[in-house]
């Protein structure tokens, strides 16, 4: 099996709309979190899809705009994270061969939006369609965009696992580079853009933060006066590699992947399941190679639910066992809100921005944490020497999810 490395990243979010503006969020502990018409949320705003893509190479820019310059609106902000990873693993300079390139989307129903905004006008006027929008209403859309602009022509498809997608995306990305299906493969965590429908169902189950005057306290992960997710927007993008290709191309490797889990509950409900989610941390390290006390840092699926947050808090202990102590813990969610099918690429990107970076960024409004024997990360950024990263993921119908990232020599 090939090892497969992290050569570029890129993303789009309330916080950052590249690498480099996300990264710094992270250290600053700065939220995107506010008050939206619909509630709370943590929107991508003033953005433009020109403009995002008006640095990468001349024949790269041409066929996005070509590609995606009318597409909905997620796959704009899709196409452009990709281009920005992409364009950090050097691939305009020093090319793959089409069909040695797959693409993975990560996230399901991402085309909710587009088809609950057209239908006031379609049925004021049937012809009032777009002509594209058999193609436009399929998650489908952002893997033939994606291909049309990269020239992907390897293997290629949309995965989904609820919350857990992003995880999930990273587990089949990186299986296709190990088993030598593909070189590399393009992932995306695309963006969400919930409806009012949704946003009430997630209201009624008790998932939804409560209403705040001061919407910047309103997500607060492991803490105990916690009351739901805030929903956020982003995509992200990474670009996982075969070190093997990556060595002959002459690109460093940013990370590697150096293990993962997927495991289901056996249960179609929204209950986190302790057993389970414990059960894929270690099969992860396993995976890995590594004890507990080898993990330095854990991204974690952490939305601030009351249930979820205090069952993962659990796993963690169980799992950590003697390494409780010693492994940061930060949830990413309290500064992007959940970006639901993206929130694992986006945690992904964040890691990798993190391990490289030497520092753990904050986990704002974390006054009373649920588990005092965590080493929560507090108000603050902190340096930190990190070698080795758990990243979770924990989607409805009981999907459980672990990625190990692990920062390579030539990062330091």
Known sequence: MNRVAVTG?????????????????????????VATPDGLGAPVTDWSFPEAVAGAPAPLRRRAQRSAGRSPRPVRVAVAAAVQAWTAARLTDSPIPGDRVGVVVAG?????????????????NPAYLPARFALHALDTDHVGT??????????????????????????????????????????VGALCELTPLHRRAFAVLGALAEPTSDPGRACRPFDRDRSGFVPGEAAAALVLESTASATRRGVPHRAVVAGHALALDGDRSAAP?????????????????????????????ATASRRGDEVEAAALVAALGAGVDRAFVNSTKALTGH?????????AVATVAQLCGGFVHPTPNLDDPVEPRLRFVGPVARPADLRYALSNGFGFGGINSAVVLARTPDEG
């Not at 399901?108 to 004021?124: F, I, K, M, Q, S």
């Not at 020239?151 to 190990?178: F, I, K, M, P, Q």
């Not at 390290?285 to 080898?294: K, Q, R, V, W």
């Open 9 to 33: 990243t890129g993303i789009v979010s309330a916080i950052g709309a590249d690498v480099a503006a996300f990264t710094a969020a992270l250290r600053a502990g700065r939220t995107g979190i």
């Open 273 to 301: 399941n302790l057993d389970g989610e414990v059960r894929v941390i270690r099969a992860a390290l396993a995976a890995a190679g590594l004890a507990p006390t080898d993990v330095d840092y854990v991204n974690a699926h």
């Open 146 to 187: 994606l291909s049309e602009v990269f020239d992907a022509t390897g293997e290629g498809c949309t995965v989904g696992g609820a919350s857990a997608s992003g995880n999930v995306g990273v587990v089949h990305a990186t299986r296709l580079v190990a088993s030598g299906t593909v070189d590399c493969c393009l992932l």
């Open 108 to 124: 399901h129903n991402l085309t909710a939006r587009y088809v609950h905004d057209l239908r006031p006008g379609w049925e004021e």
């Open 339 to 347: 970006c639901l099918g993206a929130a694992g690429v986006v945690e």
